[in-house]
């Protein structure tokens, strides 16, 4: 195995071991803080981290050569991610035990192969359709907490925005895929914008910010790891790797991993209906890149 390979494989692993985290990370920090003072916290303290990244010669190079347009459509889009879709996440979990929330929000990428198939012209074949399938199939055993066949949806506003964050974040994919920013650049602006409306909003909510320390470390941890370091390790991890594929089966890791976190550290006894729920999703999301292979 090449140097870069194994340095791709090891930035791999660590954004994955990051990402597999934050669902606990998530339940925790909920118990002390709204949804959305959450996503302003995390979000100003993820801000900061990329404008420290943009003091590099070469990144501050890349955000100033970027013309008018795309500097305002990276900040315009900021209102979808991080604002926007955040938002929802948190709420999700504020309404669904942390596993329930995490399996359902990994089924994006089925959820952005039937948004792309008509906004992109993209064709679903046989095999994406069955992953469709699968996965949904998956998603409906976790939302009826594993009874299938009543379709009786336990807690049906936390499964719908769970489901919700999926669309959102699908959306943002598909509006990046006509953009060409450098991805720190793109995310800076993104945050950039995003976060005077989150301001905004919590101002008028008359929603304070945290009180306790536990709400503060809970907000800057979310906004480092989960929308910064992890963020870079992956990207750097896709730029070292002479096998995309490689690193991408990587994520497969995360729903396991973070399922150990949720049972462990948030003491929250995973549940078999969630097994069985998460593992049709990942079999569905595993023919969907045989679909795309």
């Not at 315009?76 to 596993?99: I, M, S």
């Not at 009826?144 to 959306?171: E, F, K």
Request: proline fraction near 5%; include cysteine; glycine fraction near 6%.
């Amino acid at each position: 195995m090449k140097t870069d390979d194994r340095l791709a494989i090891k930035m791999g692993v660590g954004a994955v071991m990051l990402w597999s985290t934050v669902a606990t990370a998530f339940s925790l920090s909920l118990k002390h803080l709204t949804p959305l003072q959450l996503v302003v916290v995390a979000a100003a303290v993820s801000w900061c981290f990329f404008a420290l990244r943009l003091l590099s010669p070469l990144r501050r190079r890349r955000l100033l050569t970027t013309t008018a347009k795309e500097r305002i459509t990276g900040l315009a889009v900021g209102w979808l991610n991080p604002a926007l879709y955040y938002l929802v996440l948190f709420a999700a979990y504020d309404q669904l035990p942390a596993q329930e929330a995490m399996a359902i929000n990994y089924s994006w990428g089925i959820t952005l192969a039937l948004i792309a198939a008509p906004l992109l012209r993209q064709k679903l074949n046989i095999t994406a359709l069955l992953a469709v399938g699968v996965s949904y199939a998956g998603i409906v055993v976790i939302a009826t907490r594993g009874a299938p066949h009543t379709l009786d949806l336990a807690q049906p506003v936390g499964v719908g925005l769970a489901l919700l964050s999926t669309v959102i974040w699908s959306l943002y994919w598909v509006i990046n895929t006509r953009l060409s920013l450098d991805p720190e650049v793109n995310l800076f602006l993104n945050f950039s914008g995003a976060l005077p409306i989150l301001l905004a909003f919590l101002y008028w909510s008359d929603a304070p910010l945290p009180t306790d320390w536990q709400g503060w470390v809970g907000g800057i941890y979310v906004g480092l790891f989960e929308m910064g370091i992890a963020f870079v390790l992956w990207m750097t991890a896709m730029k070292a790797t002479t096998s995309t594929l490689r690193i991408s089966s990587l994520i497969f890791l995360s729903p396991p991993l973070s399922l150990a976190f949720i049972w462990i550290v948030a003491g929250e006894p995973v549940q078999s209906y969630t097994l069985i729920g998460l593992a049709l999703i990942l079999i569905g999301l595993g023919l969907q890149r045989r679909a795309e292979a």
